[in-house]
């Protein structure tokens, strides 16, 4: 059978530019995805750039998707599962409930690998697609199936906006309008401990019963993974309950129980993937779709949408550093405090008018009102190369016969002495305890 190939040079102006990728469409069937090394975070837009950051997180995607396709990988998970949570009978008897007819999920993908819309890493010389494996030169490129994109209607009674999902209904094909996350444990950035700082007594009671724990504690693992739901398509995520998330995914509930199966599923696989790089997730985001009638995982899967994290021991201290988009939110919290709170001013002012908070904040800037947007110190920029470097060579490594003890060992130091080198960037700034407030735990 002849290989797939694209013709990379046809590409020209993007259907769709992104903050981090640009999308093609090559036909009705499939598109290609760019990763490009531009940066985005708070929504603001792309507005840094990392070297080397495009062919990690591309190469991570295509790496993290091969894998879910591959069955061997499922007894894997299988096998955490029991390890991490065998005494917890009633969670593994959600994920893994007793064999019906074709629903058992976790016995599926052990059979068959798990279905998502990724087919390959395009090479950018021959326009080969590798369905596994990479090509002789890592390429920001790859294969796509296409799926339709919904988006809500707005919708404005006096000062209040909201929206319309009813499109969503007896759709066969679309994409979930839900960013599905599910939380390991909980970090100082997470936008649940955000939001609970904010509730009274009664409101954090009633949270805390619908994610099913009992505390919120910071730098600490729930004792089961929980899922968690914020919309996709509205200008700004809006956390949800499970009632509307439901509600508003255009799925029956068993799907939307499937749903959080799958992505309670890959994350097992995930955190098994940064184990052995010596990093720790505590929570990702997945984008599924449907597709007549099964769940597929889409979109894309890499340090942008996860947090993972390397400890570093200081005396009676823990400091966890980033391996992912959130030491670069991070930077600009403690760094760039007086434009980190212009976003948020901007933000709540868009709430008020029902308008993009980019209009209010560009508005403001011109006007003087708040600060220009800054540029990161390129030693802090340094740093998150090396990071995504390593990231590359690690996935690059997986895919090689005979990753031994030793060459793991090897590359857990490296991963901690990058870390340490952004701790001792705060520490030059002097800015460590800012740092410190954000990102550690006395034991």
């Not at 590409?11 to 090559?26: D, I």
């Not at 201290?317 to 434009?339: L, P």
């Amino acid at each position: 059978m002849e290989p797939l190939t694209v013709d990379l040079s046809q590409l020209s102006t993007p259907h769709y530019k992104g903050s981090v990728q640009n999308l093609y469409h090559r036909d009705d069937q499939t598109m290609i995805c760019e990763t490009t090394a531009s940066g985005s975070v708070f929504d603001v837009g792309s507005i840094f750039q990392i070297a080397g950051s495009d062919l990690s997180r591309a190469a991570f995607r295509h790496y993290i998707y091969t894998t879910l396709h591959t069955p061997e990988a499922w007894h894997s998970v299988a096998q955490q599962l029991e390890e991490d949570f065998g005494e917890r009978r009633k969670f593994l008897a959600f994920i893994n409930p007793p064999a019906t007819e074709g629903h058992n999920l976790l016995q599926r993908f052990q059979q068959q690998g798990a279905p998502t819309h990724h087919l390959g890493m395009i090479d950018r010389q021959s326009g080969q697609v590798y369905a596994q494996g990479f090509p002789p030169q890592v390429s920001p490129f790859v294969l796509v199936e296409k799926f339709t994109v919904i988006r809500p209607l707005p919708v404005n009674y006096r000062f209040s906006h909201f929206w319309d999902y009813s499109p969503y209904k007896n759709q066969a094909d679309h994409v979930v309008p839900l960013e599905n996350i599910v939380r390991l444990g909980l970090t100082s950035g997470s936008s649940i401990y955000q939001k609970f700082l904010h509730l009274d007594e009664t409101q954090r009671r009633k949270f805390l019963k619908e994610m099913g724990v009992e505390e919120l504690p910071l730098w600490r693992f729930f004792p089961v993974p929980i899922a968690d739901f914020t919309s996709k398509y509205e200008p700004e995520d809006r956390a949800l309950s499970y009632q509307e998330a439901l509600h508003i995914s255009g799925l029956n509930g068993d799907h939307f129980l499937d749903l959080i199966r799958m992505t309670l599923l890959g994350t097992l696989l995930v955190r098994g993937v940064f184990r052995e790089m010596g990093l720790t997730l505590w929570d990702i985001k997945w984008e599924l779709a449907k597709k007549n009638n099964q769940l597929l995982f889409v979109d894309t899967i890499d340090t942008d949408s996860l947090r993972v994290t390397c400890t570093v021991q200081d005396e009676d201290q823990e400091m966890f550093v980033h391996f992912n988009k959130q030491a670069i939110r991070d930077y600009y919290k403690i760094m760039t405090s007086d434009w980190f709170e212009a976003v948020k001013i901007a933000k709540a002012e868009a709430a008020q008018h029902g308008v993009t908070f980019h209009e209010i904040l560009e508005q403001g800037q011109k006007s003087g009102k708040f600060p220009a947007t800054p540029e990161i110190d390129s030693r802090f920029l340094q740093i998150q190369e090396q990071k995504f470097a390593i990231l590359l060579n690690y996935v690059l490594d997986r895919v090689q016969p005979g990753d031994s003890v030793a060459a793991r060992l090897e590359r857990a130091e490296e991963v901690r002495a990058i870390a340490r080198q952004e701790v001792q960037f705060y520490q030059q700034a002097g800015a460590i305890h800012s740092f410190l407030a954000l990102n550690s735990l006395r034991r």
